[in-house]
């Protein structure tokens, strides 16, 4: 989020992230000083769709007065099932960056956020998003050449946990998770042992990790199954800078050659 707020805000912007390279903004504890840098702030971005839980309590305890700008405004949600130790629930998956038409959304969402708040750079925050609009529609048929070269029925990936969902219902690629929408959901046992049975029945041929994920899982279920480890994704935060995944764009992009590079041969 922070780098779509860069690309649009250009030199009329600083911005703070709350939430750095590598981080689980799912399991975030706020700290003093971030709540002095919502007071400071001109404008705050959030991802929305329950994704930063912590975000409505931090806003309150800073008396930050700043307006709070929702990214995700006018994105239809996926909603998809989580098992809780009482029953079954709906969930709202908030990782709707994962498709690049939804990025193009927040962008468009970054750009009129910051008009309401500094006027005067309008033309400059219209002619910054126009610029990495374009940028999105080329990753947008990077991606979609990238899965035209992988067999059909090799479309099939686990993850750590159910971060990909619109990815995969905008490009035609299954995902399958043993943690649901929020890493701070453990998975149970029974979780596990499905998924394991659905590996060997579908033969899927590939697991991956997460940067903010405990790889212990996912190697338990590729020792089990026989599946190869396909490499770390980047889904929830991008990596340090100078890292293979310091953007949005670099991050998608990394994403998909890890996908080929598994699933092709």
């Known amino acids: 989020l922070g780098d779509l707020v860069r690309n649009v805000g250009g030199d009329r912007v600083e911005v703070e992230n709350l939430v750095g390279p590598n981080g689980d903004v799912h399991v975030y504890s706020p700290t003093p000083g971030d709540a002095r840098k919502l007071a400071a702030a001109n404008v705050v971005f ?16 800073s008396n930050a007065k700043a307006p709070v700008v929702v990214v995700s405004k006018g994105i239809t949600p996926r909603r998809m099932e989580e098992e809780e130790k009482s029953g079954r629930r709906i969930a709202i998956d908030p990782h709707a960056w994962q498709s690049v038409a939804d990025a193009k959304s927040y962008v468009a969402n970054i750009r009129d956020g910051l008009i309401a708040v500094d006027p005067a750079g309008k033309a400059t925050y219209g002619a910054n998003a126009d610029a990495y609009l374009v940028k999105l529609d080329e990753l947008e048929n990077e991606v979609r050449v990238a899965i035209a070269s992988i067999p059909a029925d090799r479309r099939k990936i686990i993850t750590t946990h159910d971060a990909f ?101």
């Open 46 to 61: 959030v991802n929305g769709l329950g994704l930063e839980g912590w975000m409505t309590r931090l806003v309150v305890a």
């Open 165 to 265: 969902g619109y990815f995969g219902a905008a490009y035609g690629m299954a995902f399958i998770a043993p943690e649901g929408v929020s890493t701070e959901a453990e998975p149970s046992a029974k979780d596990v042992a499905r998924i394991i049975i659905q590996i060997k029945k579908q033969k899927i041929p590939a697991v991956f990790l997460e940067n903010t994920s405990d790889p212990r899982l996912m190697d338990q279920i590729a020792h089990e199954t026989g599946a190869s480890i396909g490499g770390t994704l980047y889904s929830d935060a991008l990596s340090e800078p100078g890292g293979p995944a310091a953007t949005y764009i670099e991050m998608m992009r990394h994403n998909i050659r890890q996908f080929t590079k598994a699933l092709v041969g």
